[in-house]
Nanobody, 115 residues
Framework: QVQLVESGGGLVQPGGSLRLSCAASGSIFSINAMGWYRQAPGKQRELVAGITSYGSTNYADSVKGRFTVSRDNAKNTVYLQMNSLKPEDTAVYYC?????????WGQGTQVTVSS
C-alpha cells in the first residue's frame, strides 16, 4: 500500500528558510509527476511547484525565484527548498505524486512564517 509522508515543516521567521521532504513508500512500480500544493485558512488549495518524471518544473508566480523543487528517484522523494519566506507563505503544504498510474496525496505539513 502506497503512502506519501511529508516532513520538514515548522515555525520560521520572515526571510528564513525551510526544506520540505516527501517520501513515497510501499509497493511502488512507477512514479511520474510529483509536486507541492498549499492551502491557507479560508483559501483554496493552490499549486506551489511541480516536477515531471523527466525533470521539467513549474512554479506559482508567488514563489518563483524563492522556492526550488527537486526529486531523488532512487529515494522516491521530492523536495521543496523554500528561501526568503514571507508571512503569506503560511499554509499547510501537501505532497502529490502519480504512483502506479494513480494519484496520491500526503497528509500535509504545517509551515508558519511569523516573527
Amino acid at each position: 500500500q502506497v503512502q506519501l509522508v511529508e516532513s520538514g515543516g515548522g515555525l520560521v521567521q520572515p526571510g528564513g528558510s525551510l526544506r520540505l521532504s516527501c517520501a513515497a513508500s510501499g509497493s511502488i512500480f512507477s512514479i511520474n509527476a510529483m509536486g507541492w500544493y498549499r492551502q491557507a485558512p479560508g483559501k483554496q488549495r493552490e499549486l506551489v511547484a511541480g516536477i515531471t518524471s523527466y525533470g521539467s518544473t513549474n512554479y506559482a508566480d508567488s514563489v518563483k525565484g524563492r522556492f526550488t523543487v527537486s526529486r531523488d528517484n532512487a529515494k522516491n522523494t521530492v523536495y521543496l527548498q523554500m528561501n526568503s519566506l514571507k508571512p503569506e507563505d503560511t499554509a499547510v503544504y501537501y505532497c502529490k505524486a502519480g504512483i502506479n498510474w494513480r494519484e496520491y496525496w500526503g497528509q500535509g505539513t504545517q509551515v508558519t512564517v511569523s516573527s
